[in-house]
């Protein structure tokens, strides 16, 4: 898949989930990440270890959001399964990131701190935008922000680290990095 398709589908989803959660259809991102997760995994040399990386980003965003909503510091319009934990869509976003890590976001390979400043910058602002669409509210703006990044400067470059072993996008290249 084109670094260039990578992004676009990820924005796709990005924006289908953040809408349907805002706007009481909360399946229609979730819809758009499994297109966008078909076609990555169609696109890559090793399906399964991509799928494992994006579950693996589904399960740490599924655990990370949770707790925000049980601390009572983010609150989200519709697709809750259960009282304090993420909605449906937001894990599905965390899976649609995994389609980034190996492709779009494989430039952050290598740079760890350059991983944790971004995720500390962008993670926050792609809540806020989130939360001027409508699809999660702030119920503790002020902690709920320092979390966000705090977590996501935490999380992106585990996750990268994570993605180089388990690149299923280059040939070869889980065979590279073990070495």
């Not at 693996?56 to 925000?68: E, N, P, Q």
């Not at 290598?110 to 699809?135: E, F, N, Q, R, T």
């Not at 470059?157 to 065979?175: K, M, S, Y």
Request: with cysteine.
């Amino acid at each position: 898949m084109h670094l260039l398709l990578n992004v676009v589908f990820f924005k796709v989803g990005w924006v289908s989930s953040v809408v349907g959660g805002a706007n009481e259809m909360p399946w229609l991102g979730p819809l758009a990440v499994f297109v966008a997760v078909m076609l990555h995994l169609w696109a890559s040399h090793r399906p399964s270890s991509e799928f494992a990386l994006i579950l693996v980003c589904g399960l740490i965003g599924a655990a990370f959001d949770s707790v925000l909503v049980s601390l009572g510091w983010v609150g989200y319009a519709s697709g809750i399964f259960s009282e304090g934990f993420a909605p449906y869509w937001i894990i599905t976003m965390w899976m649609l990131l995994g389609t980034t890590l190996n492709r779009s976001m494989r430039w952050l390979r290598g740079k760890p701190v350059l991983a944790a400043v971004i995720g500390l910058i962008s993670g926050p602002m792609a809540y806020l935008a989130g939360a001027k669409i409508g699809g999660i509210q702030f119920i503790e703006q002020n902690a709920a922000l320092l979390a966000l990044g705090i977590g996501w400067a935490v999380v992106l470059p585990i996750l990268v680290n994570l993605a180089t072993r388990l690149d299923g996008v280059e040939p070869d290249a889980a065979a590279a990095a073990a070495a």
